[in-house]
């Protein structure tokens, strides 16, 4: 009999966006980001120490290898982790998603949150996050180290609203819970505009981000956005964040649209919808606020609106939507194989 150990790991949604980075090697942000960890779009990912030269990797019962262009961001963590800590045995992993991979719900944030934690897990033959702690793995080391990953993964490791700050040197960024998920029960209402992989990873397009003339002046707005989304998520005030939500999401985009290359992640029939998602609201029939990541998904926040989902079903009612909300965080426990 193996141990076998499971996490899991939600994705997040950022309100304020991580966009940019002032050290690529470093994992440093170029601005604070703000998220909320979702709970049922979520990575789940067993991990095992076995006999083997490599670590295996398997991603919804396919089996892939170190070299496949989507995942050798995975055995690049492995082996990152592995040479750090000094870890000589090898992984075998496995992972699902609930949701599909590369089409703007942050796959990359839940996957890598949750291999680390399987991985690291495993290494250390810990069934908690306290055994984890106890040796020497805290929460936010965890979140540290899933950052090393991938970026929004670091906020993953949190339940609730989760703040990332790039502080003043690449070894000063902290990833700390701002208010547990009890605090505000927001919903996201994801509408699905394409399935497919994105043309451009975030990774790639994140170092585009400087081409933009729009960026510099974007990182100088981010600490007065992020004080007023605090202030009106302390006072769980939506008519005050959902503006912020919507602004901060469009002027991500305007980055985006003004690189070089120029990156279109929105597409027309989503542009269509938000106008239809604009009007009525204006027309006073629900209120929910938009905010949109990289990818041509529609992220609709809200405060469990039963008329956000009428309307949507009358008006579109073809449109696949995935409802979740604010949840608790990541889990972990073990078993035998
Ligand atoms: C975010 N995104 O804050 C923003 C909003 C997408 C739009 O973080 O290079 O996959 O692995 O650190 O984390 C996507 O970037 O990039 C992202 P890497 P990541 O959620």
């Not at 605090?230 to 503006?243: I, M, N, T, Y």
Request: aromatic share 10%.
């Amino acid at each position: 009999m193996t141990e076998i150990y499971r996490a899991s790991a939600s994705s997040n949604i950022a309100f304020l966006k991580y966009w940019g980075k002032k050290d690529p090697v470093l994992q440093w942000p170029a601005n604070d980001s703000l998220s909320m960890t979702l709970n049922q779009l979520a990575s789940r990912t067993t991990a095992f120490v076995h006999d083997a030269d490599d670590h295996s990797f398997q991603f919804q019962g396919e089996a892939l290898d170190r070299h496949h262009p989507s995942f050798s961001k995975v055995y690049k963590h492995l082996d990152y982790l592995a040479k750090t800590f000094h870890f000589d045995q090898k992984l075998s992993i496995a992972s699902s998603n609930s949701f599909p991979t590369g089409a703007g719900i942050a796959s990359s944030a839940s996957g890598l949150a949750a291999l680390t934690i399987a991985a690291m897990a495993s290494w250390t033959s810990s069934a908690s996050f306290e055994d984890l702690e106890e040796k020497g793995f805290s929460r936010e080391q965890l979140a540290h180290l899933s950052r090393l990953g991938s970026g929004s993964a670091g906020r993953s490791l949190f339940g609730g609203y989760v703040q990332w700050q790039a502080g003043s040197h690449a070894d000063k960024q902290k990833i700390l819970p701002v208010y547990a998920a009890d605090h505000w029960k927001l919903c996201d209402t994801v509408a699905l505009f394409s399935h497919s992989e994105k043309s451009r990873s975030s990774t790639v397009a994140h170092g585009d981000a400087w081409t933009s003339i729009l960026f510099r002046p974007r990182i100088a707005g981010a600490p007065e956005r992020m004080s007023a989304m605090l202030k009106a998520l302390e006072a769980r005030d939506l008519s005050a964040l959902g503006p912020l939500l919507e602004t901060e999401a469009l002027e991500m985009h305007a980055v985006m649209m003004t690189t070089r290359p120029p990156q279109f992640y929105i597409t027309e029939d989503a542009v269509e919808f938000l106008a239809a998602f604009r009007r009525a609201r204006q027309e006073g029939r629900f209120e929910a606020y938009f905010t949109i990541d990289a990818g041509p998904n529609i992220h609709i926040i809200h405060e469990s609106s039963a008329e956000l989902v009428s309307w949507l079903q009358e008006n579109f009612p073809t449109l696949q939507l995935l409802h979740d909300r604010v949840g608790d965080g990541p889990s972990l426990e073990r078993g035998l194989n």
